[in-house]
């Protein structure tokens, strides 16, 4: 028997995940726009469109319940949504603070259903080769990772929900920044000292379009983090850096370039390394491989490994850093 999954939110992200459920299939669909909920369902014979995201959620044919709302809507519909018995994957950040998130975590125990956080960029090819590398000890003992993301917006991005603090809980650095966050806490562990910047210098908007960040291990091993809304050409750029080798992964395909994983081994005699890079112009699958790997979380009754409290320590980074402001 298939799996019956209900989006709620039918915008970009939630057509990009409608194209993505590695099999299962999309019963059900909800947006406070009927007419954007009827257009997705459309894409799936036999779904049902809705615009009362309640309704969605107590339908008997629906398992996973998929959250791509703005974000002050993603805690309050998660929490409903395991409350009704369905897991759920919520787009990141999850929620607009460590308060709601820390309610989402408290429904999810309470009910016994799983929740997965939209961190896709871990299923990039590149960043997944990097992970393989990193685990394999090919970088030896980790020293610290460089990272920077932006994109340069578009007319009128300052009037849009992101630039809104009621409904985006904050501005660049809650948005791609979580994606950072992420990353870097996959590779060197958590942070325990947070000092960054938040600031906006260019979109006439009340959140931040530029933020830096200098996060530090126990260790002292560093996350140097910068995104941005103002990257006139978008970039993605991390490196990964250990005392035996460095990885650097660019471009996440379409305008942010072709996605690259470079390989640079340090040699006994040190001078100039040893290269090898890999190269992944393909179509963008992390949707799909994540959805794969939540539907096999389920099965197996394996917790999710981007999950709510990987969630919880990016927003806990977030507010420190706006709280410094």
Same mark, same amino acid.
Not at 74 to 98: D, F, M, N, Q, W
Not at 295 to 310: H, K, Q, T, V, Y
């Given at each position: 028997?298939?799996?019956?999954?209900?989006?709620?939110?039918?915008?970009?992200?939630?057509?990009?995940?409608?194209?993505?459920?590695?099999?299962?299939?999309?019963?059900?669909?909800?947006?406070?726009?009927?007419?954007?909920?009827?257009?997705?369902?459309?894409?799936?014979?036999?779904?049902?469109?809705?615009?009362?995201?309640?309704?969605?959620?107590?339908?008997?044919?629906?398992?996973?319940?998929?959250?791509?709302?703005?974000?002050?809507? @993603?805690?309050?519909?998660?929490?409903?949504?395991?409350?009704?018995?369905?897991?759920?994957?919520?787009?990141?950040?999850?929620?607009? =603070?460590?308060?709601?998130?820390?309610?989402?975590?408290?429904?999810?125990?309470?009910?016994?259903?799983?929740?997965?956080?939209?961190?896709?960029?871990?299923?990039?090819?590149?960043?997944?080769?990097?992970?393989?590398?990193?685990?394999?000890?090919?970088?030896?003992?980790?020293?610290?990772?460089?990272?920077?993301?932006?994109?340069?917006?578009?007319?009128?991005?300052?009037?849009?929900?992101?630039?809104?603090?009621?409904?985006?809980?904050?501005?660049?650095?809650?948005?791609?920044?979580?994606?950072?966050?992420?990353?870097?806490?996959?590779?060197?562990?958590?942070?325990?000292?947070?000092?960054?910047?938040?600031?906006?210098?260019?979109?006439?908007?009340?959140?931040?379009?530029?933020?830096?960040?200098?996060?530090?291990?126990? @260790?002292?091993?560093?996350?140097?983090?910068?995104?941005?809304?103002?990257?006139?050409?978008?970039?993605?750029? @991390?490196?990964?850096?250990?005392?035996?080798?460095?990885?650097?992964?660019?471009?996440?395909?379409?305008?942010?370039?072709?996605?690259?994983?470079?390989?640079?081994?340090?040699?006994?005699?040190?001078?100039?390394?040893?290269? =090898?890079?890999?190269?992944?112009?393909?179509?963008?699958?992390?949707?799909?491989?994540?959805?794969?790997?939540?539907?096999?979380?389920?099965?197996?009754?394996?917790?999710?490994?981007?999950?709510?409290?990987?969630?919880?320590?990016?927003?806990?980074?977030?507010?420190?850093?706006?709280?410094?402001?």
């Amino acid at each position: 028997m298939s799996v019956g999954v209900a989006i709620i939110g039918c915008g970009r992200n939630g057509h990009k995940r409608a194209e993505a459920l590695a099999g299962a299939r999309l019963t059900a669909c909800a947006d406070v726009k009927q007419e954007r909920a009827e257009a997705l369902a459309r894409t799936a014979p036999g779904a049902v469109p809705s615009d009362d995201w309640r309704a969605v959620i107590d339908r008997s044919d629906v398992d996973i319940v998929v959250v791509s709302t703005t974000n002050e809507k @993603l805690a309050e519909i998660s929490c409903a949504a395991v409350a009704a018995g369905k897991h759920v994957l919520v787009e990141k950040p999850a929620a607009r =603070t460590v308060v709601e998130i820390d309610s989402v975590i408290e429904a999810a125990r309470r009910h016994r259903r799983f929740v997965r956080v939209g961190f896709n960029h871990r299923y990039h090819p590149a960043l997944r080769k990097a992970r393989e590398l990193f685990g394999a000890g090919a970088l030896g003992e980790m020293m610290f990772v460089r990272g920077r993301y932006g994109h340069g917006g578009r007319i009128g991005y300052d009037k849009e929900w992101r630039a809104n603090p009621a409904l985006s809980g904050g501005g660049e650095l809650i948005d791609q920044g979580v994606h950072l966050i992420d990353l870097s806490r996959w590779f060197l562990g958590d942070f325990t000292m947070v000092e960054g910047f938040a600031h906006t210098y260019f979109w006439q908007m009340p959140v931040d379009d530029n933020a830096f960040l200098l996060l530090r291990t126990p @260790l002292d091993q560093a996350a140097f983090l910068h995104v941005s809304c103002t990257e006139w050409k978008n970039l993605f750029s @991390l490196e990964i850096y250990g005392k035996d080798a460095k990885l650097h992964v660019e471009g996440l395909g379409g305008s942010y370039g072709v996605e690259r994983l470079t390989f640079y081994k340090m040699l006994p005699e040190m001078g100039r390394p040893e290269t =090898t890079s890999w190269e992944y112009p393909g179509g963008d699958q992390s949707w799909a491989l994540e959805f794969a790997e939540f539907l096999e979380d389920i099965r197996l009754d394996r917790a999710p490994s981007a999950g709510l409290a990987d969630a919880r320590a990016a927003l806990a980074i977030v507010e420190e850093v706006y709280r410094q402001r």
